[in-house]
């Protein structure tokens, strides 16, 4: 069983910076992939970015490519979300995901990750 919990949400202002931590429980975190996903109001929950076991491999969203960063460090059991030039279509609540199945290859399928945090929300005003 792995339980998620996300920080650092929070209100900023368009063009600002956020950063977003996922703090994992369970000693297989390091073998899993990690990822984090969005839902605005009204809109499905949409995929943002995910990393690999060792961070080889990671993959983003068109959306916030060059502008998001995903890490992970595994002696400390967290995955962070640098989020900067933030843009008001950005607000959404963030979530934290880890897929269990998963260590080398990376899935941005939100119907790939078996376990989620209870998200945090980010609202960037214009």
């Known amino acids: 069983q792995v339980q998620l919990v996300e920080s650092g949400g929070g209100l900023v202002q368009a063009g600002g910076s956020l950063r977003l931590s996922c703090a994992a429980s369970g000693r297989t975190f390091s073998s899993y992939v990690m990822g984090w996903f969005r839902q605005a109001p009204g809109k499905e929950r949409e995929f943002v970015a995910t990393i690999n076991w060792n961070g080889g491999m990671r993959r983003y969203a068109d959306s916030v490519k060059g502008r998001f960063t995903i890490s992970r460090d595994n002696a400390k059991n967290t995955v962070s979300l640098q989020m900067n030039s933030l843009k008001p279509e950005d607000t959404a609540v963030y979530y934290c995901?880890?897929?269990?199945?998963?260590?080398?290859?990376?899935?941005?399928?939100?119907?790939?990750?078996?376990?989620w945090g209870q998200g945090t929300q980010v609202t960037v005003s214009s």
């Open positions: 995901a880890a897929d269990s199945r998963r260590r080398t290859v990376v899935a941005d399928s939100r119907y790939e990750y078996d376990y």
